[in-house]
C-alpha cells in the first residue's frame, strides 16, 4: 500500500530546509527559499510537498496558515516556526503564498513524466477476485478530507473494509473503471492516483498539472481526462499505468488560453466533455477510435475536401455558446447538457448533436448543476438543482426547459441526491450558517418538503449517498471529529453512525458505474 507522503498532510505547508538557518535576509522570498523551497519547490510549484499558490489554498483561509506556520501541526512533519520566525516574518510568508504568480507557470509533458509513480513491480501478480468478503459492487469509497485518507466501507454491514492515505486535497470525486475494480482520484495539486480496490493497494500515480479541477474516466475504461486550472491545459493519460498520451493545450482561435472548469464522461457519446471557464465553449473530445471526423469552422460538403480533419487522436470539437460554463449536468440520453456560469441567472441548454445552445434556462442565484439530478414526475422528466446562493432548489422541466416550482429550503445548499428506488430526494443547507445542520428531504412525487433531519445538531451535515440498491442513505457530518451517519431511506431513522475525520463524500460503485440517475456523474 501506498506509504504516507509528506504531500498528503496539509500541515507541511512551510518545512524546515536544514537545523541551522543562514544569514538570509528577512524579505518574505528569501525567508522561502530558505525554509520552504525544498519542500514545495523554488516556484511554489510543490514538490513532496503541496504547490504554495492561491488557487491550490483556497480551502485554507491566511489566518489558519499564519498558525499553521507559527504553531505547526501534530502527528506530522511540519514543525512549528514561533522560536524560529518573527510574527511578522511568519506574516510575510503567508503574504507570499498567497500571492498569485506573475504568469501562468509551465507543467509540460517532461514535467509530467518526470512525475510518474509506479507502486505495482513489474512482474508482481495482483487478484482478479477481491481480497474481501463483500460485495464488490455496493462499496462506499469515503473521502475524508481532514486529514488526507479514504475509507473503503462496506454498504451491506456499513463496516470498514480499509482506511489507507491519499493525496493532498482530494478535488472533483473520485471515477471508477467501467467494472467497479478501481477507483482513481485527481488531487487540487494535480496527482492523479488509481488504486486497485480488489487488491486494497495503489497502482499508480502522476501529476498531471498544478491546480486540477476534476477527472474524467472513459466508458471503455482506457483513458483518464485531467481537467486543469494550472496551467491551461487538458491531459489525457492512459488508465492502465497513468502514463502521459497526449497534453491539449486550452485555448480559443485567437489563442486566449482558459481554465478548464470541469470534464466528464459522456459515455453513450464515447467522448469527453470540457467546460471552459474563461472561453465561452464547451470542448467535446471523442476517443472512440471510429468517430466521425471534427471539421473546423463552416463546411458546406466535407465530402469534396472542402476541410481538413481536427488532428487526432482526441481532437476537439469546439461549441460556441453565449456565455461561460462554470459546472453542468447532462441529461439521461447525453444528447443535452445543462450548464451555468456564476455571475448570472440564466441557465444554458445545449443540444451535442447538433452542436449549439438550444435554449435559455431560468436559474436564479448560484445553482450547482454540478450537483443536479433528473427523475420522472408525472409527464416529464424534470432536474433539480441545488443553490450556493440562496435557499432554494429549482425544478425544471426538461421537455420545455420551463421552471416547474422553486423548492424554498432553510437554507443555500451544495448537494442533493436521490436514487431511482425511493421516492424522496435528499438536500443539505451546508452554505447557510444558520442551517447547516440540517438535511431536508423533497417528496419527488410532490414536490414538497416533507422532512428535515438533524443529524449533528450544530454540525454541518452534506452530501447523501445511497446504496446500490436503495434502501440506505448515508450523511457527512462534515467535521474534524466528524461521522457518517446511515438512515433508513424509507423512515428516516438511523441506523448506524460510523467516525470519521471530516468525511466531505461518499461514492457507491454501482450507483457511479451504472450512472444513477440520482447521483452526479
Same mark, same amino acid.
Not at 518545512?15 to 527559499?33: E, H, K, M, Q, R
Not at 465530402?303 to 488532428?311: S, Y
Not at 418538503?449 to 445511497?466: I, N, S, Y
Given at each position: 500500500?501506498? #506509504?504516507?507522503?509528506?504531500?498528503?498532510?496539509?500541515?507541511?505547508?512551510?518545512? @524546515?530546509?536544514?537545523?541551522?538557518?543562514?544569514?538570509?535576509?528577512?524579505?518574505?522570498?528569501?525567508?522561502?527559499?530558505?525554509?520552504?523551497?525544498?519542500?514545495?519547490?523554488?516556484?511554489?510549484?510543490?514538490?513532496?510537498?503541496?504547490?504554495?499558490?492561491?488557487?491550490?489554498?483556497?480551502?485554507?483561509?491566511?489566518?489558519?496558515?499564519?498558525?499553521?506556520?507559527?504553531?505547526?501541526?501534530?502527528?506530522?512533519?511540519?514543525?512549528?516556526?514561533?522560536?524560529?520566525?518573527?510574527?511578522?516574518?511568519?506574516?510575510?510568508?503567508?503574504?507570499?503564498?498567497?500571492?498569485?504568480?506573475?504568469?501562468?507557470?509551465?507543467?509540460?509533458?517532461? $514535467?509530467?513524466?518526470?512525475?510518474?509513480?509506479?507502486?505495482?513491480?513489474?512482474?508482481?501478480?495482483?487478484? $482478479?477476485?477481491?481480497?474481501?468478503?463483500?460485495?464488490?459492487?455496493?462499496?462506499?469509497?469515503?473521502?475524508?478530507?481532514?486529514?488526507?485518507? #479514504?475509507?473503503?466501507?462496506?454498504?451491506?454491514?456499513?463496516?470498514?473494509?480499509?482506511?489507507?492515505?491519499?493525496?493532498?486535497?482530494?478535488?472533483?470525486?473520485?471515477?471508477?473503471?467501467?467494472?467497479?475494480?478501481?477507483?482513481?482520484?485527481?488531487?487540487?495539486?494535480?496527482?492523479?492516483?488509481?488504486?486497485?480496490?480488489?487488491?486494497?493497494?495503489?497502482? #499508480?500515480?502522476?501529476? *498531471?498539472?498544478?491546480?486540477?479541477?476534476?477527472?474524467?474516466?472513459?466508458?471503455?475504461?482506457?483513458?483518464? @481526462?485531467?481537467?486543469?486550472?494550472?496551467?491551461?491545459?487538458?491531459?489525457? &493519460?492512459?488508465?492502465?499505468?497513468?502514463?502521459?498520451?497526449?497534453?491539449?493545450?486550452?485555448?480559443?482561435?485567437?489563442?486566449?488560453?482558459?481554465?478548464?472548469?470541469?470534464?466528464?464522461?459522456?459515455?453513450?457519446?464515447?467522448?469527453?466533455?470540457?467546460?471552459?471557464?474563461?472561453?465561452?465553449?464547451?470542448?467535446?473530445?471523442?476517443?472512440?477510435?471510429?468517430?466521425?471526423?471534427?471539421?473546423?469552422?463552416?463546411?458546406?460538403?466535407?465530402?469534396?475536401?472542402?476541410?481538413?480533419?481536427?488532428?487526432?487522436?482526441?481532437?476537439?470539437?469546439?461549441?460556441?455558446?453565449?456565455?461561460?460554463?462554470?459546472?453542468?449536468?447532462?441529461?439521461?440520453?447525453?444528447?443535452?447538457?445543462?450548464?451555468?456560469?456564476?455571475?448570472?441567472?440564466?441557465?444554458?441548454?445545449?443540444?451535442?448533436?447538433?452542436?449549439?445552445?438550444?435554449?435559455?434556462?431560468?436559474?436564479?442565484?448560484?445553482?450547482?448543476?454540478?450537483?443536479?439530478?433528473?427523475?420522472?414526475?408525472?409527464?416529464?422528466?424534470?432536474?433539480?438543482?441545488?443553490?450556493?446562493?440562496?435557499?432554494?432548489?429549482?425544478?425544471?422541466?426538461?421537455?420545455?426547459?420551463?421552471?416547474?416550482?422553486?423548492?424554498?429550503?432553510?437554507?443555500?445548499?451544495?448537494?442533493?441526491?436521490?436514487?431511482?428506488?425511493?421516492?424522496?430526494?435528499?438536500?443539505?443547507?451546508?452554505?447557510?450558517? *444558520?442551517?447547516?445542520?440540517?438535511?431536508?428531504?423533497?417528496?419527488?412525487?410532490?414536490?414538497? &418538503?416533507?422532512?428535515?433531519?438533524?443529524?449533528?445538531?450544530?454540525?454541518?451535515?452534506?452530501?447523501?449517498?445511497?446504496?446500490? $440498491?436503495?434502501?440506505?442513505? @448515508?450523511?457527512?457530518?462534515?467535521?474534524?471529529?466528524?461521522? @457518517?451517519?446511515?438512515?433508513? #431511506?424509507?423512515?428516516?431513522?438511523?441506523?448506524?453512525?460510523?467516525?470519521?475525520?471530516?468525511?466531505?463524500?461518499?461514492?457507491?460503485?454501482?450507483?457511479?458505474?451504472?450512472?444513477?440517475?440520482?447521483?452526479?456523474?
Amino acid at each position: 500500500m501506498l #506509504a504516507r507522503p509528506v504531500s498528503i498532510v496539509f500541515a507541511t505547508l512551510l518545512t @524546515l530546509v536544514a537545523a541551522t538557518s543562514s544569514a538570509a535576509g528577512t524579505d518574505a522570498p528569501s525567508l522561502y527559499a530558505e525554509h520552504c523551497a525544498s519542500c514545495h519547490g523554488a516556484g511554489r510549484l510543490g514538490g513532496i510537498g503541496p504547490a504554495l499558490l492561491p488557487e491550490n489554498l483556497g480551502r485554507l483561509k491566511r489566518e489558519e496558515a499564519i498558525a499553521t506556520i507559527r504553531d505547526g501541526r501534530v502527528a506530522s512533519q511540519m514543525p512549528g516556526f514561533r522560536d524560529k520566525l518573527s510574527t511578522e516574518q511568519i506574516t510575510q510568508l503567508a503574504g507570499l503564498i498567497y500571492a498569485p504568480l506573475p504568469q501562468v507557470p509551465r507543467w509540460d509533458m517532461a $514535467d509530467i513524466r518526470g512525475s510518474h509513480v509506479a507502486h505495482v513491480k513489474p512482474g508482481e501478480k495482483l487478484s $482478479d477476485k477481491p481480497v474481501f468478503n463483500a460485495d464488490p459492487l455496493n462499496l462506499f469509497v469515503v473521502v475524508e478530507v481532514g486529514d488526507h485518507h #479514504a475509507t473503503l466501507l462496506d454498504g451491506d454491514r456499513f463496516e470498514p473494509i480499509l482506511r489507507f492515505p491519499t493525496r493532498f486535497a482530494l478535488h472533483g470525486g473520485p471515477k471508477f473503471s467501467p467494472d467497479g475494480r478501481y477507483v482513481y482520484f485527481g488531487s487540487r495539486d494535480g496527482w492523479v492516483s488509481k488504486f486497485d480496490i480488489y487488491n486494497l493497494k495503489y497502482v #499508480a500515480e502522476i501529476r *498531471a498539472g498544478i491546480n486540477m479541477r476534476n477527472i474524467a474516466v472513459s466508458s471503455d475504461g482506457r483513458y483518464v @481526462l485531467a481537467g486543469n486550472y494550472l496551467p491551461h491545459t487538458l491531459v489525457v &493519460l492512459d488508465a492502465t499505468d497513468l502514463s502521459p498520451l497526449k497534453i491539449i493545450a486550452v485555448q480559443d482561435d485567437a489563442g486566449k488560453s482558459s481554465r478548464v472548469s470541469a470534464v466528464y464522461d459522456a459515455a453513450p457519446r464515447k467522448s469527453f466533455i470540457a467546460a471552459l471557464k474563461d472561453i465561452p465553449e464547451v470542448w467535446e473530445i471523442p476517443y472512440d477510435a471510429k468517430a466521425e471526423p471534427i471539421y473546423p469552422g463552416l463546411v458546406h460538403d466535407y465530402r469534396m475536401g472542402e476541410a481538413l480533419a481536427a488532428k487526432g487522436p482526441f481532437p476537439v470539437r469546439r461549441i460556441r455558446l453565449d456565455d461561460y460554463l462554470d459546472d453542468f449536468l447532462f441529461d439521461q440520453s447525453y444528447e443535452h447538457l445543462i450548464g451555468a456560469a456564476r455571475n448570472g441567472n440564466n441557465g444554458q441548454v445545449v443540444n451535442l448533436i447538433v452542436g449549439r445552445k438550444i435554449a435559455d434556462v431560468d436559474l436564479p442565484g448560484l445553482p450547482h448543476l454540478g450537483s443536479g439530478i433528473t427523475w420522472d414526475y408525472k409527464e416529464t422528466t424534470v432536474l433539480a438543482t441545488p443553490n450556493l446562493k440562496e435557499g432554494m432548489v429549482t425544478v425544471i422541466d426538461m421537455k420545455t426547459w420551463k421552471t416547474i416550482k422553486h423548492i424554498k429550503t432553510l437554507g443555500p445548499g451544495f448537494f442533493m441526491r436521490s436514487h431511482e428506488n425511493t421516492p424522496y430526494a435528499w438536500v443539505d443547507a451546508m452554505m447557510s450558517p *444558520a442551517s447547516k445542520d440540517a438535511i431536508q428531504i423533497i417528496d419527488k412525487r410532490t414536490l414538497e &418538503l416533507v422532512k428535515t433531519l438533524k443529524p449533528a445538531p450544530g454540525q454541518t451535515a452534506a452530501h447523501t449517498e445511497f446504496t446500490r $440498491d436503495g434502501k440506505y442513505a @448515508l450523511v457527512s457530518i462534515w467535521e474534524m471529529d466528524g461521522a @457518517l451517519v446511515v438512515y433508513d #431511506a424509507a423512515t428516516f431513522k438511523e441506523i448506524k453512525r460510523l467516525p470519521m475525520k471530516k468525511p466531505s463524500g461518499k461514492y457507491n460503485v454501482y450507483n457511479k458505474i451504472t450512472r444513477s440517475e440520482g447521483t452526479s456523474h
